[in-house]
């Protein structure tokens, strides 16, 4: 048994149909779309019924230092198939990344997660605020420049 | 004659012995119906993501064992299976059968612990989770023998298993699975089909399936919606792919279904685990790896298992260096609890302790 991971060509090409310039580049792990078209392409995966990505696994972000990089997690349940999604968000200041609340409900409480701790605000959250740390609590501790 | 109430907001927690650790819930009550929750969770963080950052690989082992701290072994099995899958390591056999079997008492251990406080929850007072702490503490105790700890094990590293089995730890763990079959019975006797747990815990807090999903939940909370998904039958790891077990669902996802689930499967788990016994052969129990460990620039990893609450996973990022870059916790404790505000409202106030029983939420793992 097993599941298919989904990435390559093959998986932009089907983003790049549904959500018009919408992927920046793609390996044989994941593949990377450009920040604004997240929600689309949140819905398309979650929509179609041969991708079928009904699962929001993980939310997480990564601070390259030069950028940050949100990661989601997918997984289909019926078709048996992972994938990995990523993004790149330039630069080092208030981040601000569409929220796939709307598409995935799971997201509310990893995407206050990211916020809280990396500091990337998710626009249309309905409830962005901190989430392990207390309101008011100065910096983002995941940031590599938080000592 | 109608008389208008005022609605009325209380805290629950984060000091109370229902919440399971330090856990708070803002809720807005008209009399004893919920009209609002609101889950307010970060009172355990321990920043365990950015302490990983500063330690080793073998090092964090110990910061897993923190997480869930009821379910320890899986947590341990879970990063290492990430490590490994950063780093390309083979796992010898003994070791895998070492890990499946130890993962498994964990998670009856675990479940042990859930069902007896669903019902300690339910206002049985002491009796019904003394029987449950019975045999969770034999499982401990074998835990001891393997590795000197009960609850804080880091019984697993990074291409296997720290040391190997005692000899006496097998005749001991023979021993408790003869006397767990008559424990455990006993307490399915007195709680499975006892009036009071059936009224008072079916139909409340349903949880439709597709809302299961979109949600992220995981584990026993999802199984309980009626969708069979286990990673353990789904992308086998360790031995689970050497042994034989179902993978138990229920239909309506009330507090009775995810009661009544992880009765089912501490039944799947023992057989895994006498399954183990007659399967594990001797040999070496941890590959040839160095102790400090530096998986290649750029490497990435996503290792997860079915852990006692979901799914558990551990996303990490290397630079090369001898600690990870980044190593971010999926926690499905923290996930399953998107699903509260649905749950509770509409409720009462008895029904909510129960609930949050039968999520069976670990704030060391929703914190981290």
């Known amino acids: 048994m097993g599941l298919v991971h989904l990435a390559g060509p093959?998986?932009?090409?089907?983003?790049?149909?549904?959500?018009?310039?919408?992927?920046?580049?793609?390996?044989?792990?994941?593949?990377?779309?450009?920040?604004?078209?997240?929600?689309?392409?949140?819905?398309?995966?979650?929509?179609?019924?041969?991708?079928?990505?009904?699962?929001?696994?993980?939310?997480?972000?990564?601070?390259?230092?030069g950028y940050f990089e949100v990661v989601y997690h997918l997984t289909s349940f019926r078709q048996r198939h992972t994938a990995t999604i990523k993004s790149k968000i330039p630069g080092r200041g208030e981040s601000i990344v569409p929220s796939v609340y709307r598409v995935w409900r799971g997201a509310d409480f990893q995407e206050r997660e990211v916020w809280d701790l990396m500091g990337i605000r998710f626009d249309g959250h309905p409830n962005m605020k901190r989430i392990m740390l207390w309101e008011g609590f100065q910096g983002h501790p995941l940031r590599k420049d938080f000592l | 004659m109608t008389i208008r109430t005022e609605p009325m907001t209380v805290n629950i927690g984060p000091q109370?012995?229902?919440?399971?650790?330090?856990?708070?819930?803002?809720?807005?009550?008209?009399?004893?119906?919920?009209?609002?929750?609101?889950?307010?969770?970060?009172?355990?963080?321990?920043?365990?993501?950015?302490?990983?950052?500063?330690?080793?690989?073998?090092?964090?082992?110990?910061?897993?064992?923190?997480?869930?701290?009821?379910?320890?072994?899986?947590?341990?099995?879970?990063y290492c299976l990430a490590v490994e899958k950063l780093l390309g390591a083979e796992v010898p056999p003994r070791a895998k059968y070492l890990r499946t079997l130890t993962a498994e008492l964990q998670r009856i251990a675990?479940?042990?612990?859930?069902?007896?406080?669903?019902?300690?929850?339910?206002?049985?007072?002491?009796?019904?989770?003394?029987?449950?702490?019975?045999?969770?503490?034999?499982?401990?105790?074998?835990?001891?023998?393997?590795?000197?700890?009960?609850?804080?094990?880091?019984?697993?590293?990074?291409?296997?298993?720290?040391?190997?089995?005692?000899?006496?730890?097998?005749?001991?763990?023979?021993?408790?699975?003869?006397?767990?079959?008559?424990?455990?019975?006993?307490?399915?006797?007195?709680?499975?089909?006892?009036?009071?747990?059936?009224?008072?815990?079916?139909?409340?807090?349903?949880?439709?399936?597709?809302?299961?999903?979109?949600?992220?939940?995981?584990?026993p909370v999802l199984r309980a919606s009626g969708l069979a998904w286990d990673w353990r039958k789904m992308e086998p790891y360790d031995a689970y792919d050497k042994v034989e077990f179902d993978v138990p669902t229920a239909i309506n996802g009330d507090n009775y279904d995810r009661f009544w689930l992880r009765i089912q499967e501490i039944h799947q788990s023992v057989r895994i685990v006498e399954q183990c016994i007659r399967q594990i052969e001797p040999g070496p129990v941890r590959a040839d790896v160095p102790l400090v460990l530096r998986p290649e620039p750029g490497a990435e990893a996503y290792g997860r298992v079915e852990a006692s609450k979901g799914e558990l996973a551990f996303y990490l990022v290397s630079d090369g260096g001898i600690s990870p870059y980044r190593c971010k916790i999926r926690s499905p404790s923290l996930i399953n609890l998107t699903v509260t505000e649905h749950l509770l409202v509409g409720y009462k106030l008895a029904d909510m302790i129960v609930t949050l029983g039968s999520l069976d939420i670990n704030m060391g793992e929703v914190d981290r």
């Not at chain 2, 969770?41 to 701290?69: S, W």
């Not at chain 2, 339910?122 to 045999?135: A, D, E, I, K, V």
């Open chain 2, 110 to 219: 675990s479940h042990l612990v859930g069902i007896g406080f669903i019902l300690q929850d339910l206002g049985t007072l002491g009796t019904p989770l003394m029987y449950c702490f019975r045999s969770r503490e034999r499982i401990l105790d074998l835990f001891e023998m393997l590795c000197g700890a009960r609850i804080t094990v880091s019984y697993m590293r990074p291409g296997g298993v720290f040391f190997d089995a005692p000899t006496d730890f097998w005749p001991a763990l023979d021993q408790f699975l003869k006397d767990f079959d008559t424990e455990f019975k006993e307490i399915e006797q007195l709680v499975l089909e006892n009036e009071i747990v059936m009224v008072r815990t079916r139909g409340v807090s349903l949880l439709p399936l597709d809302l299961a999903i979109n949600c992220s939940v995981s584990g």
């Open chain 1, 10 to 65: 093959d998986l932009a090409r089907q983003l790049e149909a549904a959500v018009a310039d919408s992927v920046e580049e793609w390996n044989d792990d994941a593949v990377w779309v450009k920040t604004p078209s997240i929600a689309g392409v949140a819905e398309f995966l979650q929509a179609d019924p041969v991708l079928d990505f009904q699962f929001l696994n993980s939310i997480s972000a990564v601070d390259y230092i």
């Open chain 2, 16 to 78: 109370h012995p229902s919440t399971h650790g330090v856990f708070r819930l803002r809720v807005t009550f008209d009399g004893e119906e919920i009209l609002q929750v609101e889950p307010i969770v970060g009172y355990l963080h321990r920043g365990t993501e950015k302490l990983a950052e500063e330690r080793n690989y073998t090092q964090i082992v110990t910061l897993t064992d923190r997480l869930d701290y009821v379910s320890s072994m899986i947590n341990n099995q879970a």
